[in-house]
């Protein structure tokens, strides 16, 4: 079974903290994704990345950056979190073989206070 | 960009009842996928259906890609059925990116 995991379930930060979201695959997937989910508005992308050290933006990149140093992990980072960052966020992973399905993580959600 | 529409946007339904949802797309796609978001908000796959039909258990699916439309069939009805399903596409050369649909909301009851 594809297994995407993220680091924190619920977490809970200050405004103008650096915050890191972390989500690991164990498929050997060389796609991921960072979404983000909020009411009425549905899931955005924010970044994605194609393979190690690679990254593309999204449809929402501002406020956020990501890092991918290797091929199983996928960073979002909020340099200087604010309240308007309270969301639920979903990573992904998907292969680029035959099959573009993605697979989600459990999600994070975040309040900045 | 692509648009993706969701139908009826919400449902409640008697247990043991059958219910249809459906999804319209606005261009041609790579992907399709079908996902039940469940309370704790993980997003469990459903179907990868970019054409044709797929059962898997009370549920089944089928894509007409040439007319832009998917619809996800859900038999005989159970209370865990109840939350958001979504649909999402990748549009075709749009690089395996999603664009979801506004989901349609589902409550099944006793």
């Known amino acids: 079974d594809v297994k995407v995991t993220q680091s924190s379930r619920y977490l809970v930060k200050r405004t103008g903290e650096k915050v890191f979201l972390e989500c690991v695959q164990d498929?050997?997937?060389?796609?991921m994704f960072w979404y983000r989910q909020d009411p009425g508005l549905g899931l955005r992308l924010i970044y994605f990345?194609?393979?190690?050290?690679?990254?593309e933006k999204g449809d929402i990149p501002e406020g956020y950056s990501v890092s991918r140093e290797k091929k199983e992990r996928f960073s979002l980072i909020l340099e200087s979190a604010s309240t308007n960052q309270t969301s639920m966020y979903l990573c992904?992973?998907?292969?680029?073989?035959?099959?573009?399905?993605?697979?989600f993580g459990p999600g994070t959600r975040l309040t900045v206070t | 960009g692509i648009q993706v529409e969701q139908s009826p946007p919400d449902l409640i339904l008697q247990e043991g009842a059958n219910s249809t949802l459906r999804c319209n797309f606005s261009?041609?796609?790579?992907?399709l996928q079908w996902f039940h978001q469940n309370p704790w908000g993980q997003l469990i796959n459903l179907f990868y259906?970019?054409?044709g039909t797929k059962q898997n258990g009370r549920l089944s699916a089928t894509t007409v890609a040439t007319e832009r439309y998917s619809l996800l069939y859900i038999s005989s009805s159970q209370t865990t059925d109840s939350g958001v399903y979504f649909c999402?596409?990748?549009?075709?050369?749009?690089?395996?990116?999603?664009?979801f649909g506004t989901g349609t909301q589902l409550k099944v009851e006793l």
């Open positions: 498929m050997d997937h060389e796609n």
């Open positions: 990345s194609y393979d190690v050290k690679m990254k």
């Open positions: 992904a992973s998907s292969s680029r073989g035959s099959s573009y399905e993605q697979y």
């Open positions: 261009d041609s796609v790579n992907n």
């Open positions: 259906i970019p054409s």
């Open positions: 999402a596409v990748d549009l075709r050369g749009g690089g395996n990116k999603l664009t």
